[in-house]
């Protein structure tokens, strides 16, 4: 019995040390597979790239979404009515609008039963706007809040005339 005890007990040794051995070969071949296949400078480098230098962004524009189904236009941030804000790719690239180049586009969602940005929208919306002021040098003349590009309803007008008092009150339109 200690015989047969023995030998599974070599034949478990011997097992444990092919699959050491053989995991050891095995993250050694795929170490080397991902060095050939990395690209120069690691894909890190290429996220957090900065070849490309910022436009000289001259103005800010605000942009209300319409309610009626006419199209988005063209933005660099979008603000939900809950307040959560997003890049776009536009931004990210640092694609100007054929347009109104040099101009940073924002744009602020509609939310139905409301007149005005809710009060979370408003606080991102100052945010941004003030940290954009500081990055890019732009004075508050050079803001400007740009009504929906299709025929504008009454609450539509309120909504944009309410926000134009807003960002005039806050010193960030001139």
């Known amino acids: ?11 478990l040794t011997a097992t444990l040390i092919a699959l050491a051995a053989s995991m050891v070969v095995g993250a050694g071949l795929l170490n080397w597979v991902h060095d ?5 400078g690691g894909a890190r480098a ?16 605000i942009h209300t979404e319409a309610r009626s189904s006419g199209p988005v236009p063209f933005h660099h941030f979008y603000i ?27 744009l602020m969602a509609d939310q139905p039963g409301v007149i005005g940005p809710t009060r979370k929208q408003w606080e991102t919306l100052v945010s941004r ?3 954009l002021q500081t990055r890019f040098g732009i004075p508050a003349m050079r803001i400007a809040l740009r009504p ?11 909504e944009f005339e309410q926000t134009e008092r807003m960002l005039q009150t806050a010193g960030l339109a001139g």
């Open 36 to 40: 050939l296949t990395a690209l120069p």
């Open 80 to 106: 939900g009515p809950d307040g959560d804000e997003h890049d776009t790719l536009a931004w990210r690239q640092k694609l100007q609008d054929e347009n109104s180049s040099r101009s940073i586009h924002i």
């Open 1 to 11: 019995m200690s015989a047969s005890r023995d030998k599974n007990h070599n034949r």
């Open 46 to 61: 290429l996220l957090t790239s900065t070849a490309l230098p910022d436009p000289d962004w001259q103005l800010i524009e």
């Open 148 to 158: 929906p590009q299709s025929p504008a309803s009454p609450d539509e007008r309120t």
């Open 129 to 131: 706007v003030r940290t």
